[in-house]
């Protein structure tokens, strides 16, 4: 593994693609049309991104030894407008810029995103804790919680404790998992604290915290980037679980021709093109309810059949809509449909409003009629709806889009339920 994160196989094809396109417009012999002209444009999209390869050494550069390293889940903008601050010598306002994106949508998808990670469901209300914690301003009682979830969330992926010298948090091809990011975050929060002391910290040592060495972690930086660890333990957690991919593609380009890679990266450009295109022309809706026509590929068709499913016990169908990060076959997940809509005989639906969030997420209030041991019961539900992404690019609408129904639907009808006594 390279010294820098721009010497990852990924990143070092890129630069070296942007060096191409400097050469090529240098020698002015890009024809107007045809092929060269095509592949031109290509590299020269990658010239744009120049500065965004090289991003992820210069923040971890910039901020080595503070507690912050560069994840993808990180905004590019945050993470630019903090080295700047930082170079201007106003490193406070630097770490508050940071600690402001752990607002509650980041913290809220964070903790979505960790779902497939962990082995016990009881971890879920521990980082819920957290956030409600975080967000109070109750630093001192947030921070212990999130250094416990980053230790089992390391041992539920890795079977080791993230705070142990011989924990390996590297990942082939990785941002996150490169020496100077996620191994050196743990390294400085794994620091033996050997001294009592009340002086106040802005990095969260585990040692120190845990053991009751350390009293003046309580503030708000010291807590963000105990969320940051987490972030930075999810990312390398995905990355870890993509990486016999990775070392695939990167063994499959290295037998490439240069003519191979010039068509890849022609083709690269004409999706994203289109995918920008299908962003920009991307609108808002606010509905009162489902249309009477529903859109194939649409989130409010992935809604529609995700109830009808549940309701008609369908789970095939129930599941063929629901979220599925972790690439379990139908059968797998509908088995789980069944057993977790077990005792929640879903009677009747109506979706009171249905709203796009953002290109990728809509969210539904819906309301649920159950049939309880007490009789009939209504209840009003919001559901998120997310679009997967998938290897294949974006697609926001259509027969290739692929919309699914977040999880927590379930869950939440059946702890209000129980809660009533009604289940």
């Given at each position: ?19 191409a396109a400097r050469l090529i417009a240098s020698l002015g012999i890009v024809p107007p049309d045809g092929p060269l002209a095509d592949a031109a444009k290509a590299l020269a999209d990658v010239v744009d991104k120049a500065g965004v390869l090289t991003l992820p050494d ?111 948090l590297t990942a082939f091809d990785s941002i996150v998992g490169h020496p100077t990011g996620l191994p050196a975050l743990i390294g400085l929060i794994r620091a033996p604290r050997t001294k009592t002391t009340g002086d106040p910290i802005s990095i969260p040592y585990r ?131 069944r057993r977790d809509a077990r005792g929640l005989k879903l009677t009747d639906f109506r979706i009171l409003r249905f709203e796009d969030n953002t290109p990728s997420s809509s969210r539904a209030e819906t309301m649920l009629t159950f049939e309880t041991s007490t009789g ?48």
């Amino acid at each position: 593994m390279g010294k820098k994160i721009s010497d990852n196989p990924t990143a070092a094809e890129m630069m070296q693609a942007a060096e191409a396109a400097r050469l090529i417009a240098s020698l002015g012999i890009v024809p107007p049309d045809g092929p060269l002209a095509d592949a031109a444009k290509a590299l020269a999209d990658v010239v744009d991104k120049a500065g965004v390869l090289t991003l992820p050494d210069r923040f971890n550069t910039a901020f080595s030894g503070v507690g912050w390293v560069t994840c993808g889940s990180m905004p590019t903008e945050a993470m630019e407008s903090a080295i700047a601050l930082k170079t201007a010598g106003r490193a406070v306002d630097a770490e508050q810029l940071l600690a402001d994106i752990f607002d509650e949508p980041t913290l809220r998808f964070l903790i979505m995103r960790s779902h497939r990670f962990h082995k016990v469901y009881e971890r879920k209300p521990q980082l819920e804790e957290a956030k409600a914690l975080f967000l109070e301003g109750r630093y001192l009682a947030a921070t212990p919680l999130l250094l416990m979830a980053s230790d089992g969330l390391a041992y539920d992926v890795g079977g080791f404790s993230v705070f142990s010298e011989h924990a390996d948090l590297t990942a082939f091809d990785s941002i996150v998992g490169h020496p100077t990011g996620l191994p050196a975050l743990i390294g400085l929060i794994r620091a033996p604290r050997t001294k009592t002391t009340g002086d106040p910290i802005s990095i969260p040592y585990r040692h120190g915290i845990l053991h009751g060495r350390d009293s003046g972690y309580g503030n708000r930086i010291a807590c963000a980037k105990a969320w940051h660890l987490f972030q930075a333990l999810v990312d390398w957690a995905q990355e870890k679980a993509a990486e016999p991919d990775r070392i695939a593609v990167q063994k499959r380009k290295a037998s490439q021709s240069f003519g191979d890679i010039i068509d890849e990266a022609v083709s690269s450009a004409a999706r994203r093109d289109a995918e920008k295109k299908a962003l920009d022309a991307w609108t808002a809706r606010d509905l009162p309810g489902l249309p009477d026509s529903l859109e194939p590929g649409s989130p409010e068709e992935a809604l529609h059949d995700y109830l009808v499913g549940w309701g008609s016990g369908n789970f095939m169908l129930m599941s063929s809509r629901s979220i599925n990060l972790v690439g379990k076959s139908a059968g797998k997940l509908a088995y789980e449909a069944r057993r977790d809509a077990r005792g929640l005989k879903l009677t009747d639906f109506r979706i009171l409003r249905f709203e796009d969030n953002t290109p990728s997420s809509s969210r539904a209030e819906t309301m649920l009629t159950f049939e309880t041991s007490t009789g009939r019961r209504e209840m009003q539900l919001s559901i998120g709806v997310m679009l997967d992404l998938g290897k294949d690019g974006i697609h926001l609408r259509g027969p290739q889009a692929r919309w699914q129904v977040m999880g927590h639907a379930l869950h939440e009808a059946r702890t209000r339920l129980g809660e009533a006594g009604e289940s």
